[in-house]
């Protein structure tokens, strides 16, 4: 059963740059579908990038072609690079894992059953 810690968040200001990361540990997540989330107070958690077992991705339209979901070759790390930040990508993000067999793209958070414990960003 695989563990998820995010890091990497901060403050950046709006059109600065970011990545943060999701280490897993406890397995390598090799096929598991993974998604990165984030949440507001008052609102609920959005999905905002994902990847399948197939390596497929997905992005919230707000976000294409400004952020990039990746995990490294060992399936330990999953990494959410973001260009281009706007006051409106503030929020706690959250990474999430499915084990498999996925593959399809996850993007509901009650499809996850495991997930780290959040890292704040704030685009300001």
């Known amino acids: 059963h695989v563990q998820l810690v995010e890091s990497g968040g901060g403050l950046v200001q709006p059109g600065g740059s970011l990545t943060i990361s999701c280490a897993a540990s406890?397995?390598?997540?090799?096929?598991?579908?993974m998604g990165w989330f984030r949440q507001t107070p008052g609102k609920e958690r959005e999905a905002v990038a994902a990847?399948?077992?197939?390596?497929?991705?997905w992005y919230l339209d707000s976000v294409k072609g400004r952020f990039t979901i990746a995990q490294d070759n060992a399936k330990t790390t999953l990494t959410l690079h973001m260009n281009n930040l706007e006051s409106e990508d503030t929020g706690i993000y959250y990474c999430?894992?499915?084990?498999?067999?996925?593959?399809?793209?996850?993007?509901?958070?009650?499809?996850?059953?495991?997930w780290g414990q959040g890292t704040q960003v704030t685009v300001s």
């Open positions: 999430a894992a499915e084990p498999p067999p996925c593959d399809v793209l996850l993007v509901i958070p009650i499809m996850y059953k495991t």
């Open positions: 406890g397995d390598t997540w090799r096929n598991y579908c």
């Open positions: 990847v399948d077992g197939r390596g497929d991705t």
